[in-house]
């Protein structure tokens, strides 16, 4: 069983950055997929960037492409997702997940955390 959580959220002005972690326990990740998803409110869930367990292979939607990095840190069993840039339209609850392979739908994911807000707001 994988416990995530993840944190760094909080309000920044449009052109800021914020770098979430998403934190396990109970397990290691190294060997998990793990994807970064967001949901405004109104909208539905959607990916915003993945990284593979073994291959460590990185992936970006186009919205976030060239805004957002996805990095792995093994030492400390935590997922970062980087975000500069920032624009109103990026503000949602984010979320982590992982998973025995990337996917860009969320029910391909088994272990989800709590989500923490991100608002892009000057």
Do not use: H
């Not at 309000?11 to 990740?29: D, E, F, H, I």
């Amino acid at each position: 069983q994988v416990q995530l959580v993840e944190s760094g959220g909080g309000l920044v002005q449009p052109g800021g950055s914020l770098r979430l972690s998403c934190t396990a326990s109970g397990s290691t990740l190294d060997f998990y997929a793990v994807g970064w998803f967001r949901q405004a409110p109104g909208k539905e869930r959607e990916g915003v960037s993945l990284i593979g367990g073994i291959d460590g292979i990185t992936y970006y939607a186009d919205s976030v492409k060239g805004r957002f990095t996805i990095s792995r840190d093994t030492a400390k069993n935590t997922v970062y997702l980087e975000m500069d840039n920032l624009r109103p339209e990026d503000t949602a609850v984010y979320y982590c997940a992982a998973g025995t392979q990337v996917r860009w739908y969320s029910a391909g994911y088994d272990y989800w955390g709590q989500g923490t807000q991100v608002t892009v707001s000057s």
